[in-house]
């Protein structure tokens, strides 16, 4: 499943950028990351993203039964500067479906990180024999994941109306995204 990592990439700037599986010694460069993220932007991360137990919680489980994470790496200082997840469900009605989740550091955006991001986490989701892949965007927030996702295939499945409440109160509307995986890699 993960044998293709770890993956050299390079940003549209050219920093290098190593793509590889989580590790139980990145949780303190997960949490600086994290951290980056502007306030305004966190609340709809769905997970604590400050919560330690949480985030060790994904980190610390080497069979991937349920999120399957890997990280962006600026070489050579090592800082996390992405983070991809594939969240899996144990139940047989939802097993061939995968959420994805992905954040980028402010300063990367802008990268085609989070593309690249995008396209291996579809290629893992291949791999790993999911059938879909669902992303859900925060429509007037994430027009620039919107777009990509869109470039990928993602179609765009469901609006829920006012259905995200941001910390100001205001109702904005959850875009759900989905993309058929085909069995091949070659079939993209």
């Known amino acids: 499943m993960l044998k293709d990592y770890p993956k050299e990439l390079v940003t549209k700037d050219g ?8 590790q139980p010694e990145d949780e303190e460069r997960l949490a600086e990351l994290f951290a980056r993220i502007p306030e305004d932007e966190r609340w709809f991360l769905r997970e604590d993203i400050e919560d330690p137990e949480g985030l060790r919680q994904w ?13 962006a790496v600026k070489e050579p200082d090592r800082t996390i500067i992405a983070n991809v997840r594939i969240h899996k469900r144990a139940s047989d009605c939802l097993r061939h479906i995968g959420h994805l989740r992905i954040v980028v550091d402010p ?19 291949t791999a790993l024999g999911l059938e879909k892949l669902v992303a859900e965007f925060v ?8 777009k990509a996702a869109g470039k990928l295939d993602f179609h765009q ?17 959850l875009i759900i995204m989905v ?8 079939d993209f």
């Open 107 to 125: 300063h990367y955006r802008q990268q085609r990180l989070g593309t690249w991001m995008l396209l291996d986490a579809v290629k893992l989701a």
């Open 157 to 173: 499945e469901a609006v829920l109306k006012e259905y995200i409440k941001d910390r100001q109160g205001n109702y904005l509307n």
């Open 179 to 186: 993309k058929d995986l085909q069995r091949e890699w070659s």
């Open 15 to 22: 920093t290098p950028i190593v793509l590889r599986p989580v």
């Open 139 to 146: 429509e007037g927030v994430e027009e620039a994941a919107i």
């Open 59 to 71: 980190i610390s489980d080497p069979t991937y039964r349920k999120v399957v994470p890997l990280v």
